[in-house]
């Protein structure tokens, strides 16, 4: 079996991304702690970022304790095959569906953003809010028709929207780096 070949020389900023089409993220708990080690013993992760969602919001579940069981297995499975990586959980942005003739979100998305919150508290790891960020309940619809930063589909960012919410999310983060490096300099004193 070949899991991956990296030609990358080391310098700068490397990215690595490991995506399934219509997955909801959980079968990362079942990929061998040794192989994850291996890639790890080369590649020296500094960060790993968990996005997932859409798929898992694909029909009415309305209770997610399932994924957010799930998940916490994921991250936990990870600290331990990467235990120098930080990990970011992204939460899933807004989706909405055609409710006779108006796009709405989709009611099951804020109880699964929670889930998420949730498992990122319970394993102690950072949380960015795509939900949140979009503006919540019904915001899909102004990023597909007025911001023109979404796709027509009501449930996938364009370039343009992609683009916008990494340079706010890398804001975010660069914010509380700053804020911790300066939290670390006081306790030092």
Known sequence: DLYGVSFDNNKGVILDNYAFR??????????????????????NYKLIVLHYGP?????????????????????RHLQKCFPQASILVIGMGDKSYNNRGVYETQTNIPLLVQAQKNAAKKCNVAFWNL??????????????DSLKLANKDYTHLNYKGTDKVARAMYSDIMFEFDEHKKNSKTVKK
């Open 22 to 43: 219509g997955t909801s993220g959980l079968n990362l708990q079942t990929m061998p702690c040794s192989i994850l080690q291996s890639f790890n013993e080369y590649l």
């Open 55 to 75: 798929n898992v919001a694909a029909n009415t579940t309305q209770n997610f304790d399932f994924y957010e069981k799930g998940m916490v297995k994921v991250i």
């Open 131 to 144: 939900y949140e960020y979009m503006g919540g309940y019904n915001s899909m619809g102004v990023w597909v």
